[in-house]
């Protein structure tokens, strides 16, 4: 990854460590490889760190990124919740609003021609959704339904021989929630097959047309 973006990537506001950005970014280029000219996306933009990782493999495959957020923030980064950050309230409506700081994240880094922001709920945006993708990143809302629900909705959309990552899957219960290890696992036994392990981060690619995720 160019120096340039990994530092603007290493200082966006978010969630993704640093080297699991690196391997995320490695499995985009592995994916726009594998399907030449099919698009990225993304579920769960948040502050555009991730976005960043996707967005330079877009960049450098000339493909696109889609970044799927409602950009009201997940049940977790709600205000009482641990992962709540006051300052991205918009107080006129009274809501978090992650859109504008998505914005300049992508700006700033020179890569508003290649990220792509999809604002709404992602089972919507999937349920309209038809073009394969080379590489599906589900890092949406991780509660139980929104989970399953990301997974159901977009796998079937992953290319053949195309990537799906999965981030926050923690198989010890003492490391974090369950929900992103559950769908890895329906993942793995439905149609996908393990393709690398960094930190939280799980990727894998899709072996079988017919997927049978129970
Ligand atoms: N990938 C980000 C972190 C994502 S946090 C990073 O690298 O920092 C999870 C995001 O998922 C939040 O921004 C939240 O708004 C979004 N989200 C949660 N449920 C969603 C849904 N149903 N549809 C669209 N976005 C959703
Ligand atoms: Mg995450």
New binding site residues.
Partial sequence: MDAALRVKAES?????PPDE?LALHEAAIAACTAVPGAPLV??????????L?LGGAARDHATALYA????????E?QPGWE?HDPTLVDDDVGL?D?LPIFRRTIADAGLEQHVIAVV??????ASHWSTPCALV?I????GSE?AH??LETWAPHVAMGGLLAI?DVFPDPADGGRPPYEIYLRARGGGFEDVSATGSLRVLRRERRNLTLR
């Fill in positions: 966006a506001i978010g969630f993704m950005g993304e579920i769960g933009s948040y502050c555009g760190k991730s976005s990782y799927v957020d409602h950009h009201r923030g997940s049940e980064n992962w978090i992650t709404g709920d992602s089972t919507t945006v990143f890092d949406g809302g991780h929104p629900r990301d981030h």
